[in-house]
Every structure is written in C-alpha cells, then in structure tokens.
C-alpha cells in the first residue's frame, strides 16, 4: 500500500544536539512538506520541495534544516539553533504542488530532555 | 484573529447523536481540506472541497464560498469517530512563504460516548 512512513515515532534528545527525522514516500509525489504541532495550535509549515533539489522555507525555518536529493526522502534536521524543539512533527505530500489530497505520516515526536 | 476558526473547540456527544463541526475563514481559498487527526497523531483527509457538498459514508462535508464557511457533519456518532478534527484551507494569497500554502484550524476535539 501507498503512503509516508516516519520515524522514529519519538525520540529524545539532550540540548545542543541536532536530530534528523526522516520522512519516505512511495506514492510517487513531486511535493512534500514538514510541520510542527503545538498544543493548542494549528499545524505551522516549516520546509516544503515542490522537486528533487529544490526546498523552500516555511513560517517557522529557523533552526530547522532539510534536503530533497532522492523523490521518495524529504529527511528533517533539528538543529541546536533551534530554541524549543519540542512538538510534535508531521510530514506530508501531494501530487504537486499546493494541489491535490494531503497525505500525512503518523508523526514523530520529539522531546527535548 | 487567525485567518481559520473552528467550533467548537471541544465537542462530547453521545453515541448516535447528529454532530456538526464548523470552520469559518478570512482569507481567498482554492480548496478546503477536512482533516481528522487520532489519538496516535496520525492524520487522515477525509474532504477536500472547493464548493458544495461531499458524503462519505457518515460523514458529510458542505462548504459556502460567499460566507467563507465550512461545516463537517457526522451522523450515528460513534465511539470511534472520537478524534479531533482539523480544517484547512489553501489560500490563494502568499502565506508561509508561498502563495497556495495551507492555513490550519487549531481542530476540534471530538468524544463520542458509549
């Protein structure tokens, strides 16, 4: 069956590491997208890849790093510059660009001991 | 004001009761999507619309461009309907970077009751 598989599902880590998630496809998607959830908040757009090669930065980049060199892995990085990691990530894609049905993985939440 | 707004924020039904979900926007849209998210964190789409009405099964999804209003509706609730419930729309103006992106409802958290 198609879809996003995520891991880890959670993951802890001590300050000043950086953290890579990782986020794989088989639904032959050109877009794919990373966001954070905090309690009582809406899902906030950290990076997008409308291509191979190519990302662009969200609402909330900083301290957040990615790279799209295969079609199928869009992997997030959690830097130390990233001042509160702690949330809840989700990654997603559709066919294209801003078009289409969203499909989401399962998540990975990440705690910052 | 957040460009999305849901009510309720939280909704506790008995099961089989009619229970409705709204979303209300400000922003110029292409598309609504209905998301619901479970207890695990995943998310699955139940609706993407850009006018009028789609069913499925139990759930029924309208949506009114001139208000700039969207309503999810679940008939014969059921206990594993409990969820929350998240409505997104994608703007036509820049936002977060990119025309086109998507504007995220804070969700509704739903329980069915036995």
């Known amino acids: 069956d198609g879809g996003i598989t995520q891991s880890p599902k959670y993951l802890f880590r001590k300050e000043g590491q950086n953290v890579t998630l990782s986020c794989e496809q088989n639904l032959n998607h050109d877009a794919m997208y990373w966001y954070r959830q905090d309690p009582g908040q809406g899902l906030r757009l950290i990076y997008y890849s409308q291509i191979v090669n190519d990302f662009q930065k969200g609402d909330i980049a900083e301290g957040y790093s990615v790279s799209r060199e295969k079609k199928e892995s869009f992997p997030l990085t959690v830097t130390s510059a990233q001042k509160n990691p702690t949330a809840f990530y989700l990654c997603?894609?559709?066919?294209?660009?801003?078009?289409?049905?969203?499909?989401f993985g399962e998540g990975s939440r990440l705690t910052v001991l | 004001k957040n460009e999305v707004e849901q009510s309720p924020q939280n909704l506790t039904a008995q099961e089989g009761e009619f229970i409705t979900i709204n979303c209300s926007y400000s922003?110029?849209?292409?598309?609504l999507h209905w998301l619901q998210q479970h207890p695990g964190g995943g998310i699955v789409s139940l609706f993407m619309?850009?006018?009028g009405k789609k069913k499925h099964g139990r759930l029924i999804a309208t949506i009114n461009i001139q208000e700039k209003h969207s309503s999810l509706h679940i008939t014969a609730s059921h206990p594993r309907d409990s969820a929350v419930y998240i409505c997104?729309?994608?703007?036509?103006?820049?936002?977060?970077?990119?025309?086109?992106?998507?504007?995220f409802g804070k969700g509704t958290k739903l329980s069915v009751k036995p």
């Open positions: 997603a894609s559709t066919k294209s660009k801003n078009t289409g049905e969203l499909f």
């Open positions: 997104a729309v994608r703007s036509l103006m820049n936002y977060g970077g990119s025309q086109g992106n998507l504007i």
């Open positions: 922003v110029g849209i292409s598309a």
């Open positions: 619309l850009s006018s």
